[in-house]
C-alpha cells in the first residue's frame, strides 16, 4: 500500500496508472493493471464509440477496481463519446490534444474525475482552475504523441505551481523513476512503455520483441518540425517520414505516410512500415511479465529507491 494524493483520488493501492495506448490498451490490459492494485486506462482513438461500450463493459466483468478511459478531443465522436463514458459512470477520464475545459461540467456531473493531458503551466493553472481533478504532464521521453519539454522539467515547472494531484509520465519504465517522480513532489505516474511488455498486452508479439531489443538511442520524433511530434522505434516507416519531412512535404503527404500505422506496428506486427511507438526508457524494458509481476517489482523498487534515498542524509 503507498498512501498519496493520487491513491486517495481513485482510490486505488499504488499510485500507478497505465497511460492510454491506442491499440493496445483494452480491457484485458486495463483490468489487469487494475486488479494489480494501479489503474488502467482503455485508449479510444482510432476505434468505434461501440468498441468503447463494450471496452468498458468486459472491463467492468475483470475487475471492480477503478479504471479510466481516454477521449482524443479532436476525435470526430466525441459527443457520442462522452456519453457513453457517463452512462458507464468509468471512475476518470484523461484527455489530451484540444482544450479539455468545455467538456469538465459534463463528466463532472456523471461523478467522472477529469484528469487532461497538460504540456505547460499556463495551461495546469487555467484547468485546475476551471476543476480539474489531476493532472498528467508527460515529457517528450515518452512513446506516442509528445510535446516539447521533457519529464524533469514539467516536474520542476508545474508542480510547485498548483494544488490538485499531478501524475508525472514519460521515460518512467522502473521504480527508480516512480521514486524519482514522488521525491519531486508528484502524486504518481503514469507508464505506457512499460506495460508494452506484459503478457495481458495485447500488441504484436513482433512489437514487444522489437522493443526488447532496442536500446536508449533507436526511438526517433517524427513530425516535429511540424508540431504532431510522435516517438516510435526508428524503422522504414519513419525513416521515409523523416525524409519526406526534411525536404519540405506538404502536411497532406506526411499525413497519408502515416495513416493507420500504429494499428499496422501493433496489431498486425509490421514492424518495419508501421509505427512501434514507445519511450526512450530502453533499455530496461527487457522481458515479458505479467502485469501483476510487473506492478510488484515496481513497488518494490520504488520503496528501495526511497530507502535509500533517505540514507544519503547524514549528520
Ligand atoms: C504505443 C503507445 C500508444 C499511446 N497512445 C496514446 C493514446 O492513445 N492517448 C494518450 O493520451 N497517450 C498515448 N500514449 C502515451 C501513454 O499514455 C503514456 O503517457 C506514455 O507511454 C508514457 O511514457 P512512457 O512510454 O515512457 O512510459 C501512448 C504511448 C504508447 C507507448
Redesign the pocket.
Same mark, same amino acid.
Given at each position: 500500500m503507498m498512501k498519496t494524493k493520487l491513491t486517495e483520488l481513485l482510490a486505488i493501492k499504488y499510485p500507478i496508472i497505465?497511460?492510454?495506448?491506442?491499440?493496445?490498451?483494452e480491457s484485458v490490459l486495463t483490468s489487469a493493471v487494475s486488479n494489480a492494485g494501479g489503474a488502467g486506462?482503455i485508449?479510444?482513438?482510432g476505434r468505434e464509440v461501440s468498441w468503447v461500450g463494450e471496452e468498458i463493459k468486459k472491463t467492468k466483468e475483470l475487475t471492480n477496481r477503478p479504471f479510466g478511459v481516454?477521449m482524443?478531443l479532436k476525435d470526430k465522436h466525441i459527443d457520442e463519446l462522452i456519453e457513453v463514458i457517463c452512462e458507464e459512470k468509468v471512475a476518470f477520464v484523461?484527455?489530451?490534444?484540444g482544450n479539455p475545459i468545455p467538456y469538465f461540467d459534463r463528466l463532472k456531473s456523471a461523478g467522472i474525475k477529469v484528469i487532461p493531458?497538460i504540456p505547460n503551466v499556463k495551461l495546469a493553472k487555467r484547468v485546475e482552475e476551471n476543476g480539474a481533478d489531476a493532472i498528467?504532464i508527460?515529457?517528450m521521453? $515518452? *512513446? &506516442?504523441?509528445i510535446g516539447v519539454l521533457t519529464t524533469m522539467a514539467l516536474m520542476t515547472n508545474i508542480i510547485p505551481r498548483v494544488k490538485i494531484p499531478v501524475i508525472a $509520465? *514519460? &521515460?518512467?519504465?522502473d521504480g527508480r523513476g516512480v521514486a524519482a517522480a514522488l521525491v519531486m513532489g508528484a502524486a504518481g505516474v503514469?507508464?505506457?512503455?512499460?506495460f508494452?511488455l506484459t503478457t495481458e498486452c495485447q500488441?504484436h508479439q513482433k512489437m514487444k520483441d522489437s522493443i526488447i531489443k532496442a536500446t536508449d538511442t533507436d526511438s526517433e520524433v517524427t513530425g516535429f518540425s511540424r508540431g504532431h511530434a510522435v516517438r516510435?522505434l526508428r524503422n522504414k516507416f519513419t525513416q521515409e517520414y523523416l525524409e519526406q519531412e526534411r525536404s519540405g512535404a506538404v502536411q497532406e503527404i506526411l499525413d497519408k505516410l502515416a495513416t493507420g500505422t500504429?494499428r499496422l506496428g501493433?496489431l498486425v506486427g509490421d514492424i518495419e512500415n508501421g509505427s512501434?511507438?514507445?519511450?526512450?526508457?530502453l533499455n530496461v524494458l527487457n522481458e515479458i511479465k505479467s502485469v501483476s509481476e510487473v506492478v510488484e517489482e515496481l513497488i518494490e523498487q520504488t520503496k528501495t529507491a526511497l530507502n535509500t534515498a533517505s540514507v544519503l542524509l547524514v549528520e
Open positions: 497505465q497511460g492510454a495506448m491506442a491499440w493496445v490498451s486506462v485508449a479510444t482513438g481516454n482524443m484523461t484527455m489530451g490534444a493531458v498528467v508527460e515529457g521521453e $515518452a *512513446g &506516442g504523441h $509520465a *514519460g &521515460g518512467i519504465s503514469q507508464m505506457g512503455s512499460r508494452l500488441a516510435g500504429n501493433a512501434v511507438q514507445v519511450g526512450q526508457s
